[in-house]
């Protein structure tokens, strides 16, 4: 019986399982993408423009359906980030001001600074499934002449 129970004992302990890491989140369910808050957007925003990181750009710029990089061709995506990230290079920025939009969102202005010029964009922050934020738009129109856009 001792002998018995000895080899139920180490046919348990010897068992291997095989244990499954749980899947990741879908692209539909956030996926890892947008940020915590409407300013952690905005920052998460301009750190991707600075680090020229075209995925963490299509992550946390969307609109409430989520991540452009989810939404977008990703030729399309790529190339408006480029764009963007021309446009938005900066040495420095602070948020000016932060108010409330229509549909639950959040009106940021932010000042750019690069070198001595500094320029004035509205960054409109939206919710998002999961309770995450996206930058739905960047306003552009003010850094025209740094985006090589100017009147001609």
Same mark, same amino acid.
């Given at each position: 019986?001792?002998?018995?129970?000895?080899?139920?004992?180490?046919? *348990?302990?010897?068992?291997?399982?095989?244990?499954? !890491?749980?899947?990741?989140? /879908? @692209?539909?369910?956030?996926?890892?993408?947008?940020?915590?808050? !409407? &300013? @952690?957007?905005?920052? *998460?925003?301009?750190?991707?423009? $600075?680090? +020229?990181?075209? $995925?963490?750009?299509?992550?946390?710029?969307?609109? @409430?359906?989520?991540?452009?990089?989810?939404?977008?061709?990703?030729? =399309?995506?790529?190339? %408006?980030?480029?764009?963007?990230?021309?446009?938005?290079?900066? =040495?420095? #920025?602070?948020?000016? /001001?932060?108010?409330?939009?229509?549909?639950?969102?959040?009106?940021?202005?932010?000042?750019? @600074?690069?070198?001595? +010029? %500094? &320029?004035?964009?509205?960054?409109?922050?939206? !919710?998002?499934? +999961? %309770? &995450?934020? #996206?930058? $739905?738009?960047?306003?552009?129109?003010?850094?025209?002449?740094?985006?090589?856009?100017?009147? &001609?």
């Amino acid at each position: 019986m001792k002998k018995l129970a000895l080899v139920l004992l180490l046919t *348990a302990a010897c068992r291997t399982t095989t244990v499954r !890491p749980a899947p990741p989140p /879908s @692209a539909a369910s956030g996926g890892g993408t947008g940020a915590d808050a !409407p &300013r @952690a957007a905005a920052d *998460a925003f301009l750190r991707a423009v $600075q680090n +020229e990181d075209l $995925q963490a750009l299509g992550s946390v710029w969307g609109t @409430a359906d989520g991540a452009a990089r989810d939404l977008m061709p990703r030729i =399309d995506m790529e190339r %408006r980030a480029i764009v963007m990230m021309r446009c938005f290079r900066h =040495d420095s #920025y602070r948020v000016q /001001s932060d108010s409330p939009t229509a549909g639950g969102g959040r009106l940021l202005s932010v000042e750019l @600074a690069r070198g001595n +010029e %500094r &320029r004035v964009s509205n960054f409109t922050v939206v !919710p998002g499934k +999961e %309770r &995450r934020w #996206y930058v $739905q738009n960047a306003q552009v129109e003010t850094l025209q002449e740094w985006c090589g856009m100017g009147s &001609r």
